[in-house]
């Protein structure tokens, strides 16, 4: 089936450098895309969403990056602080799907002060 | 605003006993989310209301699993009986409406062990 998947489980980066965080999905439907930023014992807290008419778009310390062509998404968080330390998720949804948010497998982001 | 309210917090139980899960959506969502997280992995839906229809709820175990949201506000998750491969973060989100597009907030999740 369709599914959303992240290159890499694990990143770890110093204090002050940029993050870089890697999404690939399947569903060349997909119109809708999400990062979520889970610590532990929390639910998901929405970081920064993107619809697909769009390439990229930026937020406060964070810009997502969509290459539908080769149906890959980015989040790049600039500055990275100790308490970015998460698990992150990109999700996406289509109309196909209605509601029906898919989580990728999440990529644990460590930053070493 | 409050935020989605979920409880408890934490469940410990023994296989084949009955747990239920319960959430207060964020005032004014219409519609509610039930989502079940493994360890190490995303959330995957369980069951989607919009108000107090179920209108997804086709990856919900039937056989155990049940759900209400009987008023179109509080909702209730509950598994009879549950089963070992049942331990996971069940989380509950709420959005002002569906239809795609739509920010999902979450609750911290109840985290049930089933021995």
């Known amino acids: 089936g369709e599914s959303v998947g992240l290159h890499l489980p694990t990143l770890s980066v110093q204090e002050g450098d940029n993050s870089i965080i890697n999404c690939a999905y399947s569903?060349?439907?997909?119109?809708?895309f999400i990062w979520y930023k889970q610590e532990s014992g929390k639910g998901p807290q929405f970081i920064i969403d993107i619809r697909s008419n769009m390439d990229k778009r930026q937020g406060q310390r964070v810009t997502v990056l969509l290459n539908k062509t080769v149906k890959h998404l980015s989040l790049q968080i600039a500055a990275t602080q100790p308490g970015d330390s998460a698990v992150y998720f990109c999700?996406?949804?289509?109309?196909?799907?209605?509601?029906?948010?898919?989580f990728g497998e999440g990529t644990q982001l460590t930053v070493n002060p | 605003e409050a935020g989605v309210v979920q409880s408890p917090r934490y469940k410990i139980i023994e296989k084949k006993q009955p747990v239920a899960f319960w959430c207060n959506p964020i005032s004014g969502h219409n519609t509610l989310y039930w989502y079940r997280q493994n360890l190490g992995q995303g959330p995957e839906l369980l069951i989607r209301?919009?108000?107090?229809?179920?209108?997804?709820d086709s990856q919900l175990p039937k056989d155990r699993f049940s759900a209400e949201r009987l008023k179109g506000v509080d909702s209730t998750l509950k598994i009879q009986p549950a089963e070992l491969g049942d331990s996971a973060v069940y989380l509950c989100?709420?959005?002002?409406?569906?239809?795609?597009?739509?920010?999902?907030?979450f609750g911290s999740g109840t985290q049930l062990s089933v021995l």
């Open positions: 999700a996406e949804t289509s109309e196909t799907s209605g509601s029906r948010l898919t």
């Open positions: 209301y919009e108000n107090e229809e179920a209108v997804d």
């Open positions: 989100a709420s959005s002002k409406r569906t239809g795609g597009q739509e920010k999902l907030f």
């Open positions: 569903n060349s439907a997909s119109d809708y």
